[in-house]
């Protein structure tokens, strides 16, 4: 029993592996690494500061025995009351045990293996998760007292919140694949009902890939629309990535900020702000009245030409607001094309093309690399990897030129001059251009294809939501919300592990690779295929020792 991948100890290992280096592992590699980046040796503020996350996360309360005990106790529970309802009902083998679960099964129903293994885990998972919000808090109270917090802003937020999003997140995700593909698992069908469930496996995914479409666009809106006016409530690191991107000046992101709060108008002037985009219209070489929102004009019409002309701005007659020039920057202005809003999004979409080109190209070859070196030497195979990268560079180029020219679309050259009555304090508000570029560069995920798009939503979704959550829900940190967010994180960890066990065709992406080798072990996934490539040699096996025990499964195979 003891052999078996999937008894309670082993089972127990892997968690303890897997969260272990999923918390430690950022923490040693930047240790590892920085001496050799920066050829300086490790600080004693730096060591000291890793032998605290190790001794934390080693600790009862810590994220690793937290989680392997939610983990590993539910296995456990599952494994004992699968050997309690194999015990045999002769008198002979009755034991004191035995007779008393025998005796509370007449009273109590019988349940069917996805019920008994969802409730062994949501008990085992209360007490892990009670354990690690009370770690939580006690190492937020000595962050306090050693005020190590400074002015960080999270310092009163819930330090396991992220965790739950994600979890939830990736739970309702396996409830929506349960509820689109019901009862049946396809990949478990006999060969008779093969068109038949072909025909159903195509809708599952034609279905599942519009849904994934809907949410990667609802959230990507969501996101950009946050960078720009509430940034606080995302990553930092997601902040400064959309910020490359963007190349947007920090003072035009200034201004749009305070045309949100009424203190930079085209109506009313901005006293205190004035000087902002003037300084930055000089540095671009126009006027300084470019930049001076007394001097622009706040409609459009045809008093908004005599202003244009006396500022010395060419194409853009009768529309009010910042010239594009402004907007644009620096891009295209080595062409003479900083004036042209295709251009400008043409330009942006193809610095983008190239950068994204770098990042996803060991995103698509490290895979295939460590899996199936042999495929890259092959023409059909290295030319569809290729084609994936140029795929997803594609998807980002047109998700950064599209934004931009629904911009300009919207203050400049379309709704803004049909409408020109309206003023451009609402045109270059948070509901004018800048929410109809949230609204349009999400629907480039079309590009990707289904399996992508399927990981892209479930990547973002849980940045979303974060950024829905009232920050006084986060900042207040009570009980009422804490205890929330523990049902949610039991209930959301028993529903995936139930679904790893008995429907893995519902997890997807990360969680399904993880999930199967914490519960399965090393027999699935990427360690099945290196074992079943033919690069690789087999395994030896030992012969039987006894000749006349043969077994029917192997002779079937």
């Not at 689109?180 to 990949?187: P, T």
């Not at 093969?194 to 034609?206: A, F, P, S, T, W």
């Not at 004036?339 to 070859?365: K, Q």
């Not at 829900?473 to 523990?486: D, F, Q, T």
Request: net charge positive.
């Amino acid at each position: 029993m003891i052999d078996d991948p999937t008894h309670p100890i082993h089972v127990a290992l892997r968690t303890y592996a897997l969260t272990l280096s999923f918390s430690v592992g950022p923490s040693l590699v930047t240790q590892l690494a920085l001496p050799l980046i920066t050829k300086r040796r490790v600080s004693s503020t730096q060591l000291r500061k890793f032998i605290r996350v190790l001794g934390r996360e080693h600790s009862f309360v810590g994220f690793t025995a937290a989680i392997t005990l939610a983990i590993g106790g539910g296995a456990t529970i599952r494994h004992l009351l699968q050997t309690i309802d194999e015990l045999p009902a002769t008198d002979d083998s009755e034991t004191v045990y035995s007779s008393l679960w025998r005796k509370a099964r007449i009273r109590v129903p019988r349940l069917n293996e996805q019920k008994k293994t969802f409730l062994s885990y949501l008990v085992a998972s209360i007490v892990g998760f009670l354990l690690l919000q009370s770690g939580r808090r006690r190492w937020r109270q000595i962050r306090r007292s050693k005020r190590l917090d400074g002015l960080n802003n999270d310092s009163s937020s819930s330090s396991s919140l992220d965790l739950t999003i994600l979890l939830f997140v990736r739970a309702m995700d396996v409830l929506l694949q349960y509820g689109i593909s019901g009862n049946q698992q396809f990949q478990q069908q006999e060969p008779a009902n093969l068109l038949r469930d072909k025909g159903k496996v195509e809708k599952r995914k034609y279905l599942t890939s519009r849904i994934d479409a809907l949410i990667f666009w609802a959230c990507s809106a969501r996101i950009m629309w946050c960078f720009f006016y509430e940034p606080q409530k995302l990553p930092r690191t997601y902040v400064k990535w959309i910020g490359k991107l963007a190349n947007l000046d920090h003072r035009l992101l200034r201004t749009l900020n305070l045309i949100r709060d009424g203190s930079w108008s085209y109506l009313r002037g901005s006293p205190e702000n004035r000087s902002l985009l003037m300084s930055y219209a000089q540095e671009l070489g126009l006027a300084k009245g470019c930049g001076d929102p007394l001097s622009l004009p706040p409609y459009g019409g045809p008093t908004a030409k005599n202003v244009w002309h006396a500022l010395g701005i060419k194409g853009r007659p009768d529309v009010g607001g910042l010239p594009c020039e402004l907007v644009h920057g620096r891009v295209g202005q080595s062409f003479g094309l900083s004036s042209s809003c295709t251009a400008n999004a043409f330009l942006r979409g193809l610095t983008a093309f190239v950068e994204a080109a770098a990042l996803y190209l060991p995103v698509h070859v490290l895979p295939v690399l460590l899996t199936k070196p042999k495929h890259l030497l092959r023409p059909h195979h290295a030319f569809s990897t290729l084609m994936s990268v140029l795929r997803s560079a594609s998807f980002l180029s047109t998700f950064i030129a599209s934004y931009w020219y629904a911009v300009c679309l919207t203050r400049t050259t379309i709704l803004a001059r049909l409408l020109p009555w309206i003023s451009h304090d609402f045109w270059d508000g948070p509901y004018g251009c800048i929410l109809a570029g949230t609204l349009v560069c999400g629907n480039s995920i079309w590009i990707e294809n289904g399996r992508r798009r399927g990981e892209m939503a479930l990547y973002v979704l849980p940045r979303a939501l974060r950024t829905l959550l009232p920050g006084s829900w986060i900042s207040k940190n009570s009980k009422g919300l804490s205890l929330i967010e523990r049902f949610a994180s039991i209930v959301s960890l028993s529903i995936l592990l139930t679904a790893a066990i008995h429907r893995p065709d519902t997890l997807r992406g990360l969680s399904r690779w993880t999930l199967a080798f914490i519960v399965n072990g090393p027999n699935t996934g990427f360690w099945k295929r290196r074992r079943q490539s033919p690069s690789i040699p087999p395994t030896p096996t030992i012969p039987d020792k006894n000749p006349d025990t043969n077994d029917t499964s192997m002779r079937s195979v």
